[in-house]
């Protein structure tokens, strides 16, 4: 909703968005909170756990030895320390996921898919796959997928700036 007068920019208001600017912004939030709760209910449903924890899943299975500092796991998944934690406590508890010991860091710890983790995410990918198949990619033509991929990347690189104290979410 468009409530000033475009000249309020200069006088130190917002922006505001413009009308298609506003119909893109809701399209997009619209379809992004619908698409994590058609994911989080397709594998609740299947798999008995969140979308997220299935992404963690995930990157643990396609990590050299199927394994990564809790750290970079945060960031990869771009999520809190404090959510990872509880999420791997949730995966320790059902066996798909141990805790390691970083021998050269003291204070670091690893986060490691077990085979029965493994096994769970064989089981479980195709189902998953479909589901996003079904939601995105056979609604759009090859040129949209393309477009949206390099939008995305677009304003993700946006979001993580590179400079110290930047407030990211594996750095909370």
Not at 4 to 26: F, M
Not at 124 to 133: D, S, T
Request: net charge neutral; aromatic share 6%.
């Amino acid at each position: 909703m468009n409530t000033a007068p475009a000249s309020s920019a200069a006088a130190g208001e917002p922006r505001w968005l413009t009308d298609d600017e506003q119909r893109v912004w809701r399209a997009y939030v619209d379809a992004t909170t619908l698409l994590e709760d058609h994911l989080d209910r397709q594998l609740q449903r299947d798999a008995g756990m969140p979308h997220v924890y299935y992404g963690l899943l995930v990157k643990l299975a396609e990590a050299p030895r199927r394994r990564l500092r809790m750290t970079e796991l945060a960031k990869d998944a771009k999520i809190t320390r404090s959510r990872l934690s509880h999420a791997v406590a949730r995966l320790e508890k059902n066996g798909w996921v141990r805790r390691e010991d970083c021998p050269s860091d003291k204070r670091g710890q690893f986060a490691v898919l077990t085979d029965e983790g493994m096994e769970v995410l064989r089981r479980h990918a195709p189902g998953h796959v479909n589901a996003v198949r079904q939601a995105v990619f056979d609604r759009l033509t090859p040129e949209q997928q393309k477009s949206l991929g390099e939008i995305m990347g677009i304003v993700a690189e946006g979001l993580q700036p590179s400079e110290a104290g930047a407030d990211l979410p594996w750095l909370r």
